[in-house]
């Protein structure tokens, strides 16, 4: 298939009249004039690295670009607009996450595999906790300012509310769940508090609900290790990693299908559904990892006794007084 031509296509599409073609693509992507040529000649085909940056240039989304049509595709299909409202952004971000939950649970034979290095809260129904990740997303792309916010003032917009909840709910009626998780999982959020925490950012008061959240989380995620089933009786499965998780990665396995998402960034994760190598590439990893893990699920073993007393210690901490 022949995306060189098909890129050249839709950038002429929305290429200025007055502006030459050839010398468009040697300015955005630093190239020579014969290497160009070698592009529209198909005897080079464009990196992923030079799409990216010709979408971000022209303001065209990468399925768009690659004249991907399939409704069912999740690949990249992102515009990818900086000047893009950030709060849109995340309203995406969730609507998406929301229309795949919701194909899953009419699918078939449905397994969700998850390596998490953090806890993702948008699949959760923790106000406050959500209220955390919107605010450092938003504090992210400079729209909250930590010198002149305070936790207690930020509010979530009442759309994003409803999706957060929508997406807390579809989560929870799925079935069949295995999760990867290492040291990190708790500590990564409870270290987060802590520094806002030193930046004067939350009241007393915030620490304390946060924290009672905190150790709602806890109690869910204790009944889920004892009983492998939550509220809805949607089965789990947790492995202990011996190996600290390079990043939060899931897998998802339905009708004879499948699709491979990495959350690097809230906004923009990278998702693979078309690649079959890639997959099998990161399923091997996955397998990997669960080898190298220890079940956690229905057992009283010493290690799951430690782990939870150190994570209650931990969030117990998060109210103490400061020392110095």
Known sequence: MNYNAKIINRIIKQLPSN???????MKVLSLSRETTYRRMRNQ??????????LAKYFNISIDELLEIKEDNNFLLNKNFNIEQNPIDIYTGLLNDEIAFMKKLHVSKDVKITATLNN???RFLPYQLLFKLDY????????????????????????????????????LGR???ITCIVDSMLFTNIIKK?????????????????????????LDMYENLLR??????????????????????????????DSLLQFWIYPENPIT?????????????????????????????????????????????????????
């Open 19 to 25: 502006k030459n073609l050839v010398n468009s693509l």
């Open 44 to 53: 080079i085909p464009f990196s992923f690295e030079e799409v990216v940056i």
């Open 119 to 121: 806890i993702p809260f």
């Open 135 to 170: 605010f450092h997303y938003m504090h992210s792309v400079g729209k909250i300012s930590l010198v002149t916010s305070r936790y207690s003032d930020i509010e979530v917009p009442p759309a994003i509310s409803d999706l957060h909840n929508q997406l807390a709910s579809c």
């Open 174 to 176: 799925l079935d069949n």
């Open 193 to 217: 508090i802590q520094y806002y925490r030193r930046l004067r950012f939350f009241s007393a008061e915030d620490l304390q609900l946060l924290q009672s959240e905190m150790f709602h989380l």
């Open 227 to 256: 009983s492998g089933t939550n509220a809805s009786g949607s089965n789990y499965v947790f492995y202990y990693s011996f190996f600290n998780l390079e990043s939060s990665l899931f897998f998802f396995e339905y009708d004879n």
């Open 272 to 324: 693979i559904r078309n690649n079959q190598q890639a997959k099998d590439i990161q399923k091997r990893w996955i397998d990997l990892k669960i080898r190298n893990s220890m079940l956690i699920t229905k057992t009283t073993d010493i290690h799951q006794i430690e782990m939870l007393r150190s994570i209650y210690q931990q969030i117990s901490e998060l109210t103490e007084p400061e020392i110095g």
